[in-house]
């Protein structure tokens, strides 16, 4: 069965805003492949009428720009629609006076809080205003902490199934309030009942089911199997919903670092769309999430978004998906797919994000050196040499541009810090003083041309709000690659005895394997061990 509903979500919470002409763009672009939705991820990214602190300062989309997008999405046949937060990953919001009390602990809304509910009746107020559908994502995913803070010192421990049940019944009233028709994602639901949102064999006790208002239509996300049987037994549980439809929402992986894992992606969404055609799923979506920073651009998924369109029609056909998208777009399919050759570092098809991790290797701590692999280096020159030759003239050269300099730069520094630790610990000074005097500068010189190509892409298609920090940390990146080369050649002029890092013997990375690439997706983690101690 072809899903009524194909659309995308784009994340417009962590840090990247989408620029509304941009949106306009994206969306006339997903029309043209078939799609007919588009869902903007907006956690407090959004105006409020009388919340000024809402969003402050973090490029939230005002009342007219939404109504703007929206009239231009309506003119052009897709719906604009809504997501947004009304339980959890709202961790902003704390920071202000405003909201302390809003909040049960961490990211949490206080279930049964006065307060809460006029904040949500106010955040449904503008958004019906703004938006002409009247379908909206209310999200109410991953509420780990959910009755676990003030909420528990206010009335003590509590089944966290009734909160979440409670919660949901209280925002279906002011959902109503405003003819909103409702959709969420579904992960709680299991995630209390059972441990784990994947543990689908289990049932969820029916007075849970029961207790789901009509109407709400749930949404099972998933972008991590490759396995078609897998989706099926997700299906096949959420079917305990016999009074509330199931969208599904699966992904490309756009949330682990500057490049995309497209070939991964290409795998899970097949599966997963063989899968929905076997059940009656009329709303079917992608995500595009953005965690950690928002560094990977959502056009750079162009090869995805098409094939997944093609695959939402009962076309399964690579070669064929491949001909028609060179038809459409004038770039070889698999020439837009090496967009994601700065994580592509072995001919595993798996999730990984060197792209964000070597860029980032502390050239004395080296805590990623573990992942090198005889070859890497020579892989990443010939992933250099492909992506120079895309930048000729077409639409997206700004985007093979970005991704020519970060390959290259990793194709540099990618083995320096075994080189370096190496000569260090043979006491090879002549070898030192070359990687002082040659290999350190080009590497801030690269990591000056990663940071000047990135930050054009961003500001053509994000508000420059989140800019800041991913400035902060290209800062950082220079900053302690000056620092080191400044430390190298004061131990080589015999003003220091050591270079303590180098002292230090290696570990593999706890969760991974020597000469494997990984998927480590936190920044602080990747620079320092140190830096989640500095608060």
Not at 101 to 119: A, T
Request: glycine share 6%; hydrophobic share 40%.
């Amino acid at each position: 069965m072809q899903p009524k509903t194909l659309g995308v979500m784009l994340d417009c919470s962590r840090n990247a805003v989408m620029r509304p002409e941009q949106v306009k763009e994206f969306a006339k672009l997903i029309r043209s492949m078939g799609y007919n939705m588009l869902q903007l991820y907006t956690e407090d990214t959004y105006e409020v009428k009388d919340e000024p602190y809402f969003g402050y300062m973090r490029g939230r989309y005002t009342m007219d720009e939404m109504k703007d997008m929206d009239a231009y999405c309506r003119s052009i046949g897709v719906e604009l629609i809504p997501c947004i937060q009304v339980l959890a990953h709202l961790g902003h919001l704390p920071r202000w006076e405003d909201y302390y009390l809003h909040m049960d602990c961490r990211d949490v809304l206080l279930v049964g809080d006065p307060r809460v509910y006029q904040l949500i009746d106010r955040m449904f107020a503008t958004l019906s205003e703004c938006f002409t559908t009247r379908r909206i994502h209310i999200g109410m995913d991953e509420a780990f902490y959910l009755g676990m803070g003030r909420h528990m010192q206010q009335h003590g421990w509590q089944n966290r199934s009734e909160i979440l049940l409670q919660h949901l019944t209280e925002v279906k009233k002011l959902a109503d309030k405003y003819g909103l028709q409702p959709m969420m994602w579904s992960d709680m639901f299991f995630h209390l009942a059972n441990g784990d949102r994947n543990q689908v064999d289990a049932k969820l006790p029916q007075e849970v089911i029961d207790a789901v208002p009509e109407g709400i239509e749930l949404v099972y996300w998933d972008y991590y199997s490759k396995d078609i049987d897998h989706y099926d037994r997700q299906f096949t549980a959420h079917q305990q919903f016999v009074n509330n439809k199931t969208a599904f929402a699966g992904g490309i992986w756009t949330w682990t670092g500057y490049a995309p894992n497209l070939r991964y992606s290409l795998e899970a969404t097949e599966a997963a769309l063989r899968s929905v055609a076997k059940y009656d799923v009329e709303t079917v979506f992608l995500t595009e999430w953005g965690d950690d920073g928002a560094d990977c651009s959502r056009w750079s998924t162009l090869p995805l978004l098409f094939a997944a369109a093609q695959m939402a029609k009962g076309n399964f056909d690579r070669a064929d998906i491949a001909a028609k998208f060179e038809a459409q777009f004038g770039y070889g399919f698999e020439e837009f797919m090496d967009l994601e050759l700065a994580n592509i570092n072995n001919d595993e098809i798996v999730i990984s994000n060197p792209s964000k991790y070597l860029l980032f290797n502390d050239p004395f701590l080296g805590l990623f050196d573990y992942t090198y692999h005889d070859g890497l280096k020579e892989r990443y020159l010939a992933a250099a040499e492909k992506l120079a030759a895309s930048v000729n003239g077409r639409p997206y050269d700004y985007l093979f541009d970005f991704h020519h300099k970060l390959v290259s730069a990793i194709a540099r520094k990618c083995d320096f810090g075994i080189r370096l630790r190496a000569a260090y610990q043979a006491g090879d000074k002549a070898t030192l003083q070359k990687l002082h005097d040659t290999e350190l500068p080009a590497m801030i010189a690269d990591a000056e041309a990663v940071y000047r190509s990135f930050r054009a892409l961003w500001l053509k298609e994000n508000k420059a709000f989140g800019l800041e920090v991913q400035e902060m940390r290209f800062g950082q990146l220079l900053l302690r690659t000056r620092s080191c080369m400044e430390r190298l050649q004061e131990y080589l002029d015999g003003k220091i005895a050591v270079i303590e890092e180098l002292e230090e013997t290696q570990l593999v990375g706890h969760y991974g394997q020597e000469g494997k690439p990984e998927c480590f997706n936190s920044y602080l983690q990747v620079i320092s061990t140190c830096a989640d101690a500095c608060g």
